[in-house]
Structure formats: C-alpha cells, structure tokens
C-alpha cells in the first residue's frame, strides 16, 4: 500500500506562486508515475501534469508554461510548481501515484487564487 502526503497548497493572489509538494511512502518499489489532478466541485477531475520514470512529462495545455513538475527520485517526492496563477486554476489538488497497474491518490490539498 502507499500512502502519499501533499503539502503547499493555500491562498495566493492572481499572478502569484505556490509550489505543491507530495511525498510517496509504503509499499514502493518502482513508481511508474507520478503527477498530479486538479477537481473543482461538480466538475470531473483533471490532469494538471504527469511525469513518468523514463523523465517524460505531460502537461494539460492550460498549465503549459506556467506549470512545472518535477521529481526528487531519493525522496519519493513530485513537485508542481505553480507560476502565474490565475483566479480559474482554484481547485483541490491531488496527488497521483501509478505503480504497475495499482493507482494511488492523496487527499488532496487546496490551492485558491483571488482575483
């Protein structure tokens, strides 16, 4: 099992940054991927971005440029740094985690921008 803990979210004014940070633990012997969703209420999660062990990333088109993931492999630990961030990227960000074919969540941290 792995369990996986978010931090950095919070309140931040439009054009302002905040980085995310979550940190894998447990049952981990080779993380396949690691990324992070974003959901707002009534709406279906979304990707924000996913980076995969061979260092290839996805980014969803509106956080190209803005957003950065990045990876500690020693840690366990992705990143998301979030830059220019704008009143509609306020959401509750979750953690992913794909070993093999098992997926893993975290509880979700949330990140609101005022405008």
């Known amino acids: 099992q792995v369990q996986l803990e978010e931090s950095g979210g919070g309140l931040v004014q439009a054009g302002g940054s905040l980085r995310l940070s979550c940190t894998a633990s447990?049952?981990?012997?080779?993380?396949?991927?690691m990324g992070w969703y974003r959901q707002v209420p009534g709406k279906q999660r979304e990707l924000v971005a996913t980076?995969?062990?061979?260092?290839?990333?996805n980014y969803a088109d509106s956080m190209k440029g803005r957003f950065t993931i990045s990876r500690d492999s020693a840690k366990n630990t992705v990143y998301l740094q979030m830059n220019s961030l704008k009143p509609e990227d306020t959401a509750v960000y979750y953690c992913?985690?794909?070993?093999?074919?098992?997926?893993?969540w975290g509880q979700g941290t949330q990140v609101t921008v005022s405008s």
């Open positions: 992913y985690v794909r070993i093999l074919l098992s997926h893993s």
């Open positions: 980076l995969n062990s061979d260092g290839t990333t």
């Open positions: 447990g049952s981990i012997f080779s993380i396949n991927v």
